[in-house]
C-alpha cells in the first residue's frame, strides 16, 4: 500500500473504514491483480490500465462506485446514477457488502 492510499485510508471517517476496508478486500479477492491509486481524492481500482470501481466517502455513505456502470448487468437494482456511464452503490454499513449481487457487480466490473 502507498502512502497516499494509507494517508486516504487515515483521513477517512472512522464510520467508514470498515466498509472501506471490507470493499477493498472484496475488490482484491475478485481482481489480485487490480491497482489501487488515488485519484480526484477517491480510492479507484486499476485493471489493466483501465479505471474500473472507486471509492468515495460522504458524510452519511461510501459509495461503491462503476465507472461504466451503465454496461453492468444488474438484476437487483443496486446501481443508482443516471449518467451516460457511471454507476454507484450507497453503502451505509460493512454488512452491506454481503451482498452477493455486490460481489456479482464487482466481478462483471474488473473483468470487463
Partial sequence: MTDDIEAYLEDAPARHREILDRARSMIGDTAPTVEERIKWHNLVFVVQGTDRIY?????????????????????????????????????????????????????QAVRA
Fill in 55 to 107: 471509492l468515495a466517502t460522504f458524510d452519511e455513505h461510501v459509495n461503491l462506485g462503476f465507472f461504466h456502470g451503465s454496461e453492468l448487468a444488474d438484476p437487483a437494482g443496486l446501481l443508482e446514477g443516471t449518467g451516460t456511464q457511471m454507476r454507484h452503490i450507497k453503502l451505509t454499513h460493512k454488512d452491506d457488502l454481503t451482498d452477493q449481487a455486490i460481489r456479482a457487480l464487482i466481478e
